[in-house]
């Protein structure tokens, strides 16, 4: 089945750094992919959605600026968190959707922001 | 915009008994898709189980099966024989089926298997 990545799977960084987060999709062409953030023991939130060869999409009250989504390829997306703070500290997720009739949705096995 | 809701925090089921998992959920749209996803603690989601809202006829994929009431916007998951590896949090999901395809997810329901 088709198999979406995510890397890091885990990383910390220093308050006020910048980290990326790529999610790729191994065998398959995801025109759309998008971008997750779970606190512990809650749902996960749309952050956005990351269209090939365009602006990403952002839902209410997401920092455009704070959370950089860029999709250059039919396989790349990547999350830039800048400046990160001690709060941003999450589970992010990235999921493709897939180009089958039924739209399947791929998810990643997500990665894990820890801001120190 | 699109809310789901799952009302039970937490759930228990004894080994080989059923459990079923409610969810409603709100939408003006017509034609949309709804969902189970499990997450397991190593946080991979895991589709379980899918309903088209335009079909009538309840999915069911082995031992998951689904209650969907499309008048009253009710989408429940009824595990049957439960097993250890059933344990997980399970989220019900809601999908568009217009622009964006993007999911809304209901809270979860934290479910234990009883050995």
């Known amino acids: 089945g088709a198999v979406v990545s995510q890397h890091p799977s885990w990383v910390i960084c220093k308050s006020g750094t910048s980290v990326k987060i790529e999610c790729r999709s191994l065998d398959f062409q995801a025109t759309t992919m998008f971008w997750y953030r779970q606190f512990p023991k809650q749902s996960l939130m749309l952050m956005a959605t990351?269209?090939?060869?365009?602006?990403?999409?952002?839902e209410q009250g997401v920092e455009k600026d704070k959370f950089l989504i860029n999709h250059a390829s039919l396989t790349l997306s990547t999350l830039t968190v800048t400046s990160a703070h001690p709060e941003d500290s999450s589970f992010y997720i990235c999921?493709?959707?897939?180009?089958?009739?039924?739209?399947?949705?791929?998810f990643g096995e997500g990665s894990w922001l820890t801001v120190v | 915009a699109q809310t789901v809701t799952q009302s039970q925090p937490e759930m228990s089921v004894q080994e080989a008994e059923t459990v079923t998992l409610s969810c409603t959920y709100d939408t003006s749209e017509s034609d949309y898709y709804l969902f189970w996803y499990k997450q397991p603690p190593s946080r991979q989601m895991i589709l379980v189980i899918r309903?088209?809202?335009?079909?009538?006829q309840n999915a069911t994929e082995n031992r998951f099966s689904v209650n969907f009431q499309k008048a009253a916007k009710s989408f429940s998951l009824k595990i049957s024989d439960s097993q250890l590896g059933d344990a997980a949090m399970y989220f019900c999901?809601?999908?568009?089926?217009?622009?964006?395809?993007?999911?809304?997810f209901g809270t979860g329901t934290s479910l234990t298997v009883i050995p």
């Open positions: 999921s493709a959707r897939g180009r089958d009739p039924g739209n399947t949705i791929y």
């Open positions: 990351s269209n090939e060869g365009s602006k990403a999409t952002y």
């Open positions: 999901a809601y999908r568009r089926t217009n622009t964006g395809n993007q999911f809304y």
């Open positions: 309903q088209e809202a335009y079909k009538q």
